[in-house]
């Protein structure tokens, strides 16, 4: 069975890094990071912009789901709430694919250093840090695998997730959604 991977968090928990590590380690897989769906200058959140966002992920994620070229899926974005995830798998067809489900998260501390980071390299901006922060309680309402990396590289996070999905595959589980 295929495996479709998805990894939520708030902004700075490593989603991207993560995930881009996990791409190179799963034979035939395809990334996408939500992210790229909803850059756009001015950054204009209404519910326009969101149903467009949505549907651009559903769009490209479904188009990876029917490639026979692909054997995993990874794809990473914020995903605070468990109605953006119900919504985005009750629009996709995965069947043939067993369905991954990942929460990221870390201290409080940890997100504030790795924000700051990025901040002074002039990579985010700094209401960035208050957004996150208050995203990151919501992570452990999720029916979601949580893994905590304030003390792990985003490599390592990759092999945590790389090695939970060949868990479930061979137990023949289903992980939660």
Not at 53 to 60: E, F, L, Y
Not at 85 to 114: I, K, N, P, Q, Y
Request: charged share 20%; glycine share 6%.
């Amino acid at each position: 069975m295929k495996n479709f991977i998805l990894i939520g968090g708030p902004m700075g928990v490593g989603k991207t890094a993560a995930s881009r590590l996990l791409q190179r380690q799963l034979p035939g897989c395809a990334f996408l990071d939500g992210d790229w769906c909803w850059d756009m200058r001015p950054f204009v959140v209404t519910d326009e912009t969101r149903a467009m966002v949505m549907d651009n992920i559903c769009h490209v994620l479904g188009n990876f789901l029917h490639c026979s070229v692909f054997e995993n899926i990874v794809f990473c974005w914020v995903m605070h709430e468990q109605s953006i995830l119900d919504e985005l798998l009750s629009r996709l067809d995965t069947s043939g694919w067993r369905v991954h489900t990942f929460s990221l998260m870390c201290s409080e501390t940890a997100l504030r250093a790795r924000l700051q980071k990025d901040i002074d390299a002039g990579l985010r901006t700094p209401d960035v840090i208050g957004r996150s922060l208050a995203r990151l309680p919501l992570y452990g309402q999720l029916n979601t695998v949580k893994l905590d990396t304030s003390s792990i590289t985003a490599s390592q996070a990759a092999d945590a997730i790389a090695q939970a999905v060949v868990s479930a595959a061979s137990q023949s589980s289903i992980c939660p959604i």
